[in-house]
């Protein structure tokens, strides 16, 4: 059994996907399946491109039908639900990983308790370079990248986030009821999983690349990022309607005079009723009945 799944969401991204399972072909930690989930993505060649790697490390294809937008949050489930391994790594298929870093992130993961010191570690810095990097400095000599590079970023709880899959399994997931589209589904996960272990996430002192492509979003891309005011808000009103307070950093505060821990750990992992809220969210902001 693997130790480490990793979950790597793409979409005719075949340029992108390629490079970035190029950059596990070297990693010094081995112990990691693969699962290319393909958001309802119409290039036959994706499958083609995620099983030539399995001559490296474990790879599976998975493709999701497509919900009439882009829907990573959807793709990320399909991984999470098929993930064999007792870790989930989240990462993005514009994402170039250098070699020690799967390693340093399980490393710090299994020292420290994730009940009693974090829910789940990220890299500290994300840099971002051009999407023309060559692919053999990728394989051979990611030093070289460096002239390669734009500028500096941070970085979101599903660009490469490990989790403990015991925890994903608990609180289902991301929610791709109401966030359809490039549309903060990663912060809204990050906050159940913030409320729920009552804690922070870890920042490791670890910077991956990214492959630049901000230039070039298609409109399909953009229409759903022209909503991310609304998006927060719904992130906003979801917890509100779930008993919690939520500030501006999407970090939602428990009033402890009200409720107990356990009424909140409880809540969070209702499945059924964080469902209903979603839809209900949903149909509201899709009949404009939900301004911000």
């Not at 599903?158 to 009821?177: C, E, N, R």
Request: proline share 3%; net charge positive.
């Amino acid at each position: 059994m693997p130790k480490i799944s990793i979950i790597i969401p793409t979409r005719n991204r075949n340029s992108y996907l390629k490079k970035c399972l190029t950059s596990l072909i070297n990693q010094t930690f081995k112990n990691f399946e693969v699962l290319v989930c393909d958001d309802g993505g119409t290039s036959k060649n994706t499958k083609l491109i995620a099983e030539k790697f399995n001559k490296y490390f474990p790879v599976k294809y998975f493709w999701n039908k497509d919900k009439g937008a882009m829907s990573p949050a959807s793709a990320r489930n399909i991984g999470w639900k098929k993930a064999q391994g007792k870790y989930l790594l989240f990462l993005d298929c514009d994402i170039i990983l250098p070699q020690k870093s799967i390693k340093r992130l399980h490393s710090w993961f299994t020292k420290y308790s994730y009940r009693k010191t974090s829910f789940h570690v990220t890299p500290s810095a994300r840099i971002h370079i051009k999407k023309n990097v060559p692919l053999n400095i990728i394989k051979n000599n990611l030093r070289r990248i460096d002239k390669y590079i734009v500028r500096k970023g941070n970085l979101s709880i599903s660009t490469v986030g490990l989790f403990s899959k015991k925890i994903v399994d608990k609180i289902g997931g991301f929610d791709d009821i109401l966030f359809v589209g490039y549309a903060h589904e990663d912060i809204e996960m990050g906050a159940r999983l913030f409320a729920f272990l009552n804690n922070k996430r870890k920042k490791l002192l670890l910077k991956v690349y990214h492959l630049d492509h901000y230039s070039n979003f298609t409109s399909r891309d953009k229409k759903p990022r022209n909503k991310l005011k609304l998006t927060r808000f719904l992130i906003k009103k979801k917890f509100e309607m779930l008993g919690f307070k939520y500030n501006i950093k999407y970090h939602p505060k428990k009033d402890l005079n009200k409720f107990t821990n356990k009424y909140y750990n409880n809540l969070l992992v209702n499945k059924v009723k964080i469902n209903k809220i979603s839809k209900l969210l949903y149909l509201q902001a899709k009949n404009g009945k939900i301004k911000s």
